[in-house]
């Protein structure tokens, strides 16, 4: 358990915390919410022990960890491979094994009548105890299963840390965080930097994770999935909700109704009661009561009403009218240093589509996007725009371009020379930029709110096709909604990459999936398209391989006869036996060390589930030091059992490609 008690932190005539206090207990799942400047992020840091408070104001439960992921993740060093720093959250488990490992040479080395003998003994019956709430033996299995479920690749686990961007280092991060497992996980907008694949797996993890979590995001749908409990931090309070966030949404208009009848039937009386004071005050018969009226409404429990924040609207402009036919892409190709990113792709976007482009980090949705907005060349084949079509773009490199010089108000101003102050300020104010903030200059923003200040520029200026990379990254839930709403009523064509889907979902018509080189357009949101793909695999599995089950009535629709058939199959063996043949072996020869090890560590085990073992200490050491061997000879076959299945699966795509 956590606790924070009575935090008050004020900056100048502003508070941001007041008397604040709040509990996580043990399985708690909390999502915590506010708009930008609220201080979810400083809470989160006061309760990871990142930002220091007085004593007494954040306490914890004995052998209660605590795991914090921040938004950024500074500067790395790290010397070591993905899988090497990965593994560093198993550190002090490690180390133990080592000791034993240790201990177990030194126990073969000295008498067992000497003092160091039963020193050595003693040592090492209390690091085995402290090995036994720890499963060693699988954290090879745990770390990959981790690292590949947020998007690392086999050949990723070998590169230095160093050789990855941001967003993957954030990913490592996130997977060490998983896998130390602390009582409570403290998530600072964890979804930044993961693709749909990655943030599916994330969401199945944490929903089945031991532990308590705190999670800040900006994805509604996230949130929804993996917390059942809502804290709201606004105008320096903090208020629980028992659910998660759209609970939440519902519940606070529901808890702000009531509280403004409350508020209105209060004031109600008072006015009732000051008119009574005021006519009768002066009265000698009724000046007792009158005073006696007077001290109940000093006695009274007055209802403060909750501050409104500010609601911001905004609608685009009417789309410039273009022909029916908007985008047109025919064989278009690209590759780098040879590797080929997309091939062959064709697609036709119309006016007033609406498309999601989706697909793991890595897969080509930038690039793809980049191509249509003729910041980069493609390879082979192109784009082409029908008549009429007027094109706008948001990418990462939009926010270096903004003048330094100019102010937040005259970048937007200097975009949208038709706009009128007022609706200026309305969007800025969509994107966060409200009062003061429109007079900033641009080179004191900081990245995000550059980022957000291109975005806005970029809305302003008048067209009929919007390109965007990631829209949301740095919008709070209130300029998301705003932005979703403008999205859906505007009548030209969208082209959205972003992975949050509660965002898409409300106003896309269409998907496009980036994936394996190939890029296919699917109708219907997000949600559709994953639950048609989901279906998909459930249908794959349960009918197996097609070309085993086919009938002769199948075949003669074909056009193949039985003969034929049959020589294309004979063929087929042939081939894959020539190229598959040496796997083959080695997969056998795995198969069959693999059920031998297991066997072997199978008796071990039983043997060292004996009581009367310990009573002799060296055979107890020989039996162990035996099954630690076996363990580690049995995780050895098993990656090469994997490795031979591996390229035996490849062999097979390759021979069903040729077919």
């Known amino acids: 358990m956590l606790s924070v008690n009575h935090l008050d932190i004020r900056y100048g005539n502003k508070h941001l915390f007041k008397d604040l206090s709040a509990v996580v207990y043990t399985g708690d799942r909390i999502g915590l919410v506010g708009v930008n400047g609220t201080g979810k992020t400083t809470l989160m840091k006061i309760m990871a022990g990142k930002t220091a408070v007085d004593d007494g104001v954040v306490n914890r439960a004995k052998l209660f960890s605590v795991g914090y992921l921040p938004q950024e993740p500074g500067v790395v060093s790290s010397t070591r491979s993905v899988y090497e720093e990965a593994e560093h959250s198993f550190g002090s488990v490690l180390d133990l094994q080592r000791e034993l490992e240790e201990l177990n040479r030194q126990l073969a080395e000295v008498q067992s009548d000497s003092d160091d003998f039963h020193q050595i003994v003693q040592r090492q019956g209390e690091v085995q105890h402290r090995l036994e709430d720890h499963d060693v033996y699988t954290i090879r299995t745990r770390v990959e299963k981790v690292l590949h479920g947020l998007g690392f690749r086999d050949q990723d686990l070998q590169r230095p840390v160093a050789s990855f961007s941001g967003g993957w280092v954030m990913r490592l991060l996130l997977a060490r965080m998983l896998l130390a497992q602390p009582s409570l996980l403290l998530l600072d907008e964890p979804t930044n930097h993961l693709d749909l694949d990655s943030l599916t797996w994330l969401e199945s993890f944490l929903q089945s994770y031991q532990g308590a979590l705190v999670i800040i995001s900006h994805d509604r749908a996230f949130l929804d999935r993996t917390t059942r409990q809502t804290w709201e931090l606004s105008l320096g309070r903090l208020t629980v909700y028992k659910g998660n966030y759209s609970y939440y949404v519902r519940e606070k208009e529901e808890r702000r109704r009531i509280e403004k009848a409350a508020y209105s039937n209060q004031q109600a009386q008072i006015r009732q009661t000051m008119r009574f004071v005021e006519r009768f005050k002066a009265k000698a018969t009724k000046a007792r009561q009158a005073q006696s009226r007077l001290k109940q409404l000093d006695k009274m429990a007055l209802i403060e009403l909750a501050e409104d924040e500010q609601q911001i609207r905004f609608t685009f402009p009417p789309a410039p009218h273009s022909g029916r036919d908007v985008v047109m892409v025919e064989s278009l190709a690209k590759s780098y240093d040879g590797k080929p990113v997309f091939r062959n792709v064709d697609f036709l976007l119309q006016r007033g589509d609406k498309v999601a482009v989706v697909g793991v980090n890595g897969a080509g949705k930038s690039t793809l996007l980049r191509i249509l907005a003729g910041q980069l060349p493609a390879d082979s084949g192109g784009c082409r725009f029908g008549t009429g079509v007027q094109l706008t773009y948001f990418g990462q490199h939009q926010a270096q371009e903004l ?20 609706r200026l300020r309305s969007l800025l104010g969509a994107f966060l930029f409200r009062g003061e903030d429109v007079d900033k200059k641009v080179a004191v923003l900081s990245g995000g709110e550059k980022s957000r200040l291109a975005l806005a520029r970029m809305i302003a200026i008048p067209a009929n096709c919007m390109l965007l990379d990631e ?189």
């Open 403 to 422: 003048a330094p010089t100019y102010t937040v108000l005259e970048t937007l101003a200097h975009a949208a020379e038709d706009m009128t102050t007022t």
């Open 471 to 659: 829209p949301t990254n740095h919008l709070d839930m209130s300029s998301q909604e705003v932005l979703q709403e403008a999205m859906r009523q505007y009548d030209g064509t969208i082209v959205v990459v972003s992975h949050n889907r509660y965002f898409l979902d409300c106003f896309v018509n269409k998907v496009l999936e980036v994936k394996d080189g190939q890029v296919t357009l699917h109708d219907g949101n997000v949600a559709e398209f994953l639950e048609r793909q989901q279906l998909l695999e459930q249908r794959q599995l349960q009918q197996g391989k097609t070309a085993e089950t086919k009938t002769p009535t199948q075949d003669e629709q074909t056009g193949d006869s039985r003969k034929e058939r049959r020589r294309r199959d004979a063929e087929r063996r042939r081939r894959r036996q020539e190229l598959a043949g040496p796997w083959l072996k080695k997969l056998a020869e795995a198969e069959r060390k693999v059920e031998e090890l297991e066997g072997e560590k199978e008796r071990l085990e039983q043997r060292l589930a004996d009581p009367a073992l310990y009573q002799d200490q060296k055979r107890w050491s020989t039996e162990s030091a035996a099954y630690e061997e076996t363990a580690r000879r049995l995780d050895r076959w098993m990656q090469r059992w994997e490795e031979a299945q591996g390229k035996i699966d490849e062999i097979d795509r390759q021979l069903a490609d040729e077919q």
